[in-house]
């Protein structure tokens, strides 16, 4: 292999790859390196293509150089060899290879996807911070990090964008600045100006949090999208970033039913129409939970389950609905599932017998598979639908008010749902939640994994039954704190 060293700069590879191409060394002969990024053991000297005689200039199709400079951009490993190759392939009348649907082609135009989102990222989240007059130039210093060699398109845009102000953009790998008429770089970044733009604040900061908190909109809060728009590498530089997290916390506790923050939402006015929306009358609760016929669950169930436990607990424990097993006998956790809890209750402490055990819906929801014959054989859980985990909710609602827990542990998605009463409980991401108790309605909510999950894990369940362990020990020292109302997730 035949080292070609260069500066890293897009121009040096396009001098050099014209004269590699012109003598006709083939991409495989050849391994590119960046001058100071490391040296090739196996040369024999540092003999790069200068030692190629440039014959006539070859002719390429005219929107390949283009393609190229993007995608040189792109920080990874190959990336001139990629170029290189794609350049030989055309050049010798392989033309397919500046197209998407070839391989080296695809890898080409992923690049510049990426780079152009990456330029529209730096557009986004780089934050300027104001200094003071009197300091002098510059008047806007800004520190942002990269995935790719962006810096020259953003300080661009910036330079057509803040008139004759003078501001430095400080980057890992260089610096722009502005003095108002003209910009020049510098590469690398130099470690004071690299200091001094990371250390920077202004008196602004506050009041775009402030601001940035009152119009956070906790129903429209949509993590997925979010995340793909504002990647969470760059909360860690924007004055907003150390918010986001717990903001997205608390939305996902409950506040949705606000559609604002809890400093919003808790306006006179618009309590007026929480205390309106909560008054709406709920079907009435039969005379006995046997009697219960509020969804079409208890049609095929043998019976229905209620809780189980003494009269008043500090703990409840909520699962998402009885098992086959919790069907034929009447009450709740005492499958293959109830023996895993009380495996996780030994560990972590606690006895059975001191708590409330009840689930978010009580009949068995089932449907039929396997085999012809057989009760037990053919009647295998069903989750929930929405509707019928809020026709069950008055029920569990009855509990908590009767048992009076301090610490209720939502073991699933469907209890936690039933408690911050969530209309579409696939807005709820576990992981979000776990080892993070929180408050609602002067409660202590904890979220484990269901014991049933871990039964299901195709790992063994080992990771899912240490978070239940140590979501039912965290329930027991919790039960001798009492929460005030002013933490409720709910407000």
Not at 122 to 134: G, Y
Not at 256 to 263: D, G, K
Not at 332 to 349: H, N, Q, Y
Request: aromatic share 6%; proline share 8%.
């Amino acid at each position: 292999m035949r080292p070609v060293r260069f500066s890293g700069e897009f121009g040096d590879w396009r001098r050099l790859s014209r004269r590699l191409l012109a003598a006709g060394v083939a991409p495989e002969s050849l391994t590119w390196q960046v001058e100071g990024a490391g040296e090739d053991l196996f040369a024999d000297s540092p003999a790069g293509a200068d030692e190629v005689p440039e014959k006539n200039p070859l002719r390429v199709p005219r929107e390949l150089p283009a393609l190229l400079e993007q995608a040189a951009r792109f920080r990874a490993d190959d990336r001139w060899a990629l170029l290189y190759r794609i350049l030989w392939r055309v050049c010798n009348g392989d033309r397919s290879a500046m197209l998407a649907g070839d391989v080296d082609g695809g890898t080409l135009h992923r690049r510049i996807k990426a780079v152009r989102r990456e330029a529209h990222h730096m557009h986004a989240f780089l934050r300027f911070r104001e200094r003071d007059a009197a300091l002098g130039a510059p008047q806007f210093v800004a520190w942002h990090e990269t995935a790719h060699d962006v810096l020259d398109l953003g300080a661009e845009h910036f330079a057509e964008r803040m008139g004759r102000h003078t501001w430095l953009v400080a980057t890992p790998e260089g610096a722009a600045h502005f003095d108002g008429q003209r910009l020049r770089y510098q590469r690398p970044c130099p470690t004071d100006i690299r200091a001094f733009a990371e250390g920077l604040h202004d008196g602004g900061e506050r009041l775009w949090q402030a601001y940035y908190t009152s119009t956070f909109n906790p129903a429209r809060l949509n993590p997925r999208v979010m995340l793909n728009h504002m990647p969470a590498r760059f909360w860690k530089h924007l004055p907003e970033g150390p918010l986001i997290p717990d903001l997205m916390s608390r939305a996902r506790a409950g506040q949705q039913r606000l559609a604002q923050t809890a400093a919003v939402g808790e306006q006179p006015g618009r309590q007026v129409l929480i205390a309106q929306e909560r008054a709406q009358p709920r079907r009435p609760l039969p005379s006995s939970l046997d009697a219960c016929r509020n969804c079409e669950i208890w049609r095929d169930a043998t019976q229905a389950v209620p809780g189980q436990g003494p009269a008043q607990a500090a703990i409840m424990l909520v699962g998402e609905q009885p098992g086959d097993h919790e069907d034929l006998a009447g009450r709740p956790f005492i499958g293959p599932a109830g023996e895993v809890l009380a495996r996780a209750l030994a560990a972590a402490g606690l006895r059975r017998e001191a708590l409330y055990l009840t689930n978010a819906v009580k009949h068995f929801k089932w449907e039929p598979r396997g085999g012809p014959t057989g009760r037990a054989a053919t009647r295998k859980h069903a989750t929930p639908k929405p509707g019928e985990i809020r026709a069950c909710h008055s029920w569990l609602d009855k509990e908590i008010r009767e048992v009076g827990p301090r610490v209720i542990v939502a073991l699933g998605r469907t209890a936690l749902a039933s408690l911050l009463e969530v209309q579409n409980p696939q807005r709820l991401r576990l992981a979000d939640f776990a080892g993070k108790p929180f408050r609602h309605l002067d409660r202590w909510i904890l979220v484990a994994p269901h014991p049933a999950a871990v039964l299901r894990a195709q790992d063994g369940g080992e990771a899912l039954y240490a978070a239940l362990v140590e979501a039912l020990a965290e329930a027991g020292r919790l039960q001798h704190e009492q929460p005030g109302p002013t933490g409720s997730a709910d407000a």
